[in-house]
C-alpha cells in the first residue's frame, strides 16, 4: 500500500487534496516542525537523568516529515486511528501518540489570528489595532456538532436550537475580501446567541473597531447588518439593493469559513476529548492562514 506520503512525493499536485496544503507549504512546515521538534528534545535532554549513552535505545519509527504527515491526514481526513495506523504502518495507538505530539508542534508555530500572532508583543498589538480601525471587518459565527454530553446540566448549555443538536459555536472576525482572519473564538457554548458571543470577546479589539455582519447582530450598535424584513411589509427597492451589496461584501467570511471546514475535524462531528478542541481547531485556522498567507509562518518563526 502506498502510503500518503509517498504518494504527494510522486504526485506534488495532489498535496491540498489529501492534507489540505499545497505540497511547498507542506515542506516549509515541515522545515519549521522538525526545528521546533529538535528544540523540545535539547529541553529534555537539559533535565534528563540518562541510563544510557545519548543516540542509545530504540530509534523512532517515523521521522519528523512522517509525522507531520500523519497529522495532516488526520485534520484533513479524519480517519479512525485504526486506518491512519495502517497507511502510515504502524499501530493505532502510536498513531495516536504521533498526532497528539506533531498537532501541539503545529498549534505552536501557527498563530492561529493576527491577533495572537502578536499578543505577546503590546507595541505591534496597538499597531495593529490602529491599522484595523481603517477597515470595516466581517463578523460570523458557525456551530460544529458534539457528542451528546453525559451529563443533563451540561448537554442544556450546549443544545443549539438552531441545529437541533448539541454542538460548540466558533466566532470568526475576517480582513475584508477574506485575506485573512483577525480574531477567532473557538469552543462556546452551542446555545449562545451570535450577537451575545460577539459582545462577550469584544474587548480584543479597539472600542470604536467597525463590523459587517448578518442579521444576527442586529442591535449591535457598530456592526452594519441588512435590513429585516418588516412584519406584514415589504422592504422598498433602495433596501434590498442595499442588502444585495452588503451581502456581496460580508460573502468572503463564509468562503473562509468554508476553507476551515475542508478540514473535515473542523467539520464533522468532533470526537476527540473535549479539552483538545481549541487546540485542534486553531490548529487548523493556522493552515488556513498558511494557505492564505506562507509569508506569515517565516517571519513568526525566524
Not at 427597492?237 to 461584501?249: A, G, Y
Not at 469559513?257 to 475535524?265: G, L, Q, S, Y
Request: hydrophobic share 35%; charged share 30%.
Amino acid at each position: 500500500m502506498t502510503s500518503p506520503l509517498e504518494r504527494i512525493e510522486l504526485y506534488p499536485q495532489e498535496s491540498k487534496r489529501l492534507i489540505g496544503v499545497k505540497y511547498e507549504d507542506f515542506i516549509i512546515l515541515v522545515a519549521l516542525a522538525e526545528k521546533r521538534h529538535l528544540e523540545k528534545q535539547a529541553e529534555i535532554e537539559k533535565t534528563k537523568i540518562r541510563l544510557i549513552a545519548s543516540g542509545g535505545g530504540r530509534k523512532a519509527e517515523m521521522t519528523p516529515k512522517q509525522g507531520v504527515c500523519l497529522c495532516l491526514v488526520y485534520l484533513r481526513q479524519k480517519p479512525t486511528f485504526e486506518i491512519l495506523g495502517l497507511l502510515f504502518d504502524v499501530s493505532r495507538t502510536k498513531a495516536n501518540n504521533t498526532f497528539n505530539y506533531w498537532v501541539e508542534i503545529l498549534r505552536e508555530i501557527l498563530p492561529a489570528s493576527q491577533v495572537e500572532e502578536v499578543k505577546n508583543d503590546d507595541k505591534k498589538y496597538q499597531e495593529l489595532c490602529e491599522k484595523l480601525c481603517e477597515y470595516e471587518l466581517i463578523v460570523d459565527s458557525a456551530e460544529q456538532a458534539i457528542e451528546r454530553p453525559g451529563d443533563y446540566e451540561e448537554q442544556k448549555k450546549y443544545y443549539s436550537g438552531k441545529k437541533k443538536m448539541h454542538t460548540i459555536k466558533n466566532q470568526f472576525i475576517v480582513l475584508p475580501q477574506g485575506r485573512d482572519i483577525v480574531d477567532i473564538c473557538i469552543g462556546q457554548f452551542g446555545k449562545t446567541s451570535d450577537i451575545t458571543l460577539f459582545r462577550n470577546n469584544r474587548k480584543t479589539l479597539d472600542t470604536k473597531q467597525r463590523f459587517l455582519g448578518d442579521k444576527a447582530y442586529i442591535g449591535e450598535e457598530l456592526i452594519t447588518t441588512p435590513y429585516k424584513k418588516p412584519k406584514k411589509a415589504e422592504l422598498s427597492e433602495t433596501q434590498k439593493s442595499e442588502n444585495k451589496e452588503l451581502s456581496s461584501r460580508r460573502i468572503c467570511v463564509e468562503h473562509l469559513i468554508c476553507r476551515v471546514k475542508v478540514f473535515r475535524v473542523a467539520s464533522d462531528r468532533f470526537r476527540l476529548a473535549r479539552h483538545r478542541y481549541s487546540q485542534v481547531i486553531k490548529t487548523v485556522c493556522g493552515l488556513v492562514r498558511l494557505h492564505l498567507n506562507a509569508s506569515f509562518i517565516l517571519s513568526h518563526n525566524i
